[in-house]
C-alpha cells in the first residue's frame, strides 16, 4: 500500500523529493501516512478534497485483497 499512496502523491505534486510515506499496521489496520511539502498540499488534497478522496478509495479497493482496513492521513 505504501508504494502505491508514493507513486500516485509523485505524480501530483511539483516537488515529489518531498513526499515522505509511511505505513504501520496495528492488528487488522494499516494506517499510512503521506508528507508532501506545505506548497503541494492542495494538489493532493483537491477541491472540496475529492483528490484525496479518490487516493482513498484507490487504497481501500487495494486492500480489500489483503482483508485489511486502511487509513490515509495526508499531513504537512
Request: charged share 35%.
Amino acid at each position: 500500500m505504501k508504494e502505491l499512496v508514493e507513486v500516485i502523491a509523485k505524480a501530483l505534486v511539483e516537488n515529489p523529493d518531498e513526499v515522505i510515506v509511511t505505513e504501520r499496521e496495528e492488528g487488522n489496520t494499516i494506517y499510512i501516512e503521506l508528507k508532501v511539502a506545505a506548497d503541494d498540499m492542495g494538489k493532493v488534497i483537491g477541491r472540496q478534497g475529492r483528490i484525496a478522496k479518490a487516493i482513498r478509495s484507490v487504497v481501500k479497493a487495494a486492500a480489500t485483497h489483503d482483508d485489511k482496513k486502511t487509513v490515509v492521513d495526508i499531513i504537512h
